[in-house]
């Protein structure tokens, strides 16, 4: 996970997902921020599973990021489910 060739974990392929978004940038001077504080402990192991909880709360803070992948009512998903970052994912499923 999350490609077969590369590190991670689902979050980590929702995020590429999303990396060319705006909302992108404004995590990670979050985190940056964050992290420019000497008594900040609560540094996340897991950087990408930390990134994803904050971009989508960005954008619905009623969800997580398990189940922003799908949109209720009229609202749309939170990931890009069309981006070629789930290309690999959606033909390992397709051949199941």
Do not use: N
Not at 49 to 69: E, I, L, S
């Amino acid at each position: 996970m999350p490609d077969d060739e590369c590190p991670g974990m689902m979050e980590t392929l929702c995020l590429r997902s999303v990396e060319g978004r705006a909302e992108m940038d404004c995590v990670r001077r979050y985190f940056d921020c964050l992290g420019a504080i000497k008594e900040w402990q609560q540094k996340p192991e897991h950087a990408d599973k930390a990134h994803a909880m904050a971009f989508v709360a960005a954008r619905d803070p009623r969800k997580h990021a398990g189940t922003a992948c799908w949109g209720e009512g009229r609202s749309a998903p939170i990931w890009d489910l069309d981006s070629p970052a789930f290309d690999k994912l959606k033909d390992f499923i397709r051949q199941l």
